[in-house]
């Protein structure tokens, strides 16, 4: 079993900045696609950015974040992280952490084998 412990979430203002942290208790931190997702109070999680385990190292992220969000992963210290910059009132949602023992990065939540409990994030306007 992976577990997974979200942390940084928090209520700020618009164009301001937040980083979020992905803690993992698991031995193959090295070997799982990492993942963000997010949801709105209403609205079905929706895939944010990811990282792939492989040698290259890729990211992929929503079109709505590129340039603003950045993941980043610490094999040494099982963590990844999620750097929110530009903040919009529109990315007020729930994000959560995911995890995946494959090289592919799946863009569905159901790609995704082991979740965090998610943590809050509000943008005031």
């Known amino acids: 079993q992976v577990q997974l412990v979200e942390s940084g979430g928090g209520l700020v203002q618009a164009g301001d900045s937040l980083r979020l942290s992905c803690a993992v208790d698991g031995r193959t931190f090295t070997y799982y696609t990492m993942g963000w997702f997010r949801q709105a109070p209403g609205k079905e999680r929706e895939f944010v950015a990811a990282?792939?385990?492989?040698?290259?190292?890729?990211?992929y992220y929503t079109d709505s974040v590129k340039g603003r969000f950045t993941i980043s992963r610490d094999n040494a210290k099982n963590t990844v992280h999620l750097q929110m910059n530009s903040l919009k009132p529109e990315d007020t949602a729930v994000y959560y952490c995911?995890?995946?023992?494959?090289?592919?990065?799946?863009?569905?939540?159901?790609?995704?084998?082991?979740w965090g409990q998610g943590t809050q994030v509000t943008v005031s306007s």
């Open positions: 990282s792939s385990w492989s040698t290259s190292g890729s990211t």
């Open positions: 995911a995890a995946t023992p494959v090289v592919e990065v799946p863009p569905t939540p159901g790609g995704y084998r082991y």
